[in-house]
């Protein structure tokens, strides 16, 4: 488990399938215009029947090393509640050590630093005990609050992809924005910039 304040990423679990299911069809309209295209209904696609699915690839991927799956969850008086996702997938060893990053939050908690914070947990789990070297984000030029959130953190905008994935219905195009260890390395990691920034908002 790593976490910072409130905010906790932790390994999903099989009963997570009920609070999964319900902030997934509570934020369609949220959530549907950024992610990948997948044949069927919204509310199918995110039943706790599905995630018994989500769960099992997810498992798969952390035990072959392809995916660092985590749960995003806000803890407050003893109660945890999952708001959200981060995923460090794709990833690739060798001489890339290299992995892709994806992630989603509730609306209800968007704009409170949950997802940066969790970014931030992330991107120092990746390349310390993960191994990896960089680390890529891509978003849709549309997405205003994703390309916030990499921004404020210091992701390095490096590249414009036409037609990248197929989003909501049609190839999208899509910004790439990168890090490496060695540009957080001096900061003390990802999560202590992303503190040192807080301490300097108004």
Known sequence: MLSDGPVLLRPYRRSDAAAWSQVRRANRE????????LPGDWDDLNSPATFRWV?????????TGEGMPFAVCLRSDGVE???????????VRRAFCSGYVGYWVDRRVAGQGVIPTALALAVDH?????GLHRIEVNIRPENRPSRRVVEKLGFREEAYH????????????HIGYAMTSEEIAAEGGLLARWHRLRARTP
Not at 55 to 63: G, W
Not at 81 to 91: A, D, E, K, Q, S
Not at 126 to 130: K, R, V
Request: proline letters at 7%; zero cysteines.
């Open 55 to 63: 769960y099992r690839d997810q498992r798969r991927s952390a035990r």
């Open 30 to 37: 949220w959530l549907a215009p950024w992610e990948s295209s």
């Open 162 to 173: 036409p037609r990248y994935m197929h989003i909501d219905g049609a190839w999208r195009d």
């Open 126 to 130: 990746a390349f310390g005990p993960g």
């Open 81 to 91: 509640r999952l708001v959200g996702h981060i995923n460090v997938g794709n990833i």
